[in-house]
């Protein structure tokens, strides 16, 4: 009985660590496949935008492009785009 309780919990050990491992494997992929600016540890620094629309802060890689006034402006999403072109 013993000898059991001690293999579960070693295949239990063994899942999570390898859990953990494929999301660390996914995250350093995702995050060296973006474009943008690298820190000095080869990790990406997002930079942050304020939406003019709705005042919410976004990463400028996954941001919509609207323009107001010939000048290209970064917003949240596409209703934003269109409100801030409907403003003019």
């Known amino acids: 009985m013993l000898r059991l309780v001690l293999f579960v919990f070693v295949l239990f050990m063994l899942l999570t660590v390898l859990r953990g491992l494929r999301i660390f494997l996914q995250a350093f992929r995702s995050a060296s496949s973006r474009p943008g600016p690298v820190r000095s ?22 941001a919509v492009t609207g323009r107001r006034g010939g000048e290209d402006v970064s917003v949240c999403s596409e209703e934003c785009r269109k409100a801030l072109e409907r403003a003019g």
Do not use: H, Q, S
């Not at 990790?43 to 996954?62: F, H, K, L, N, S």
């Open 41 to 62: 540890g080869g990790t990406r620094e997002a930079e942050m935008v304020r939406d003019p629309v709705c005042g919410t802060w976004i990463d400028r890689g996954i």
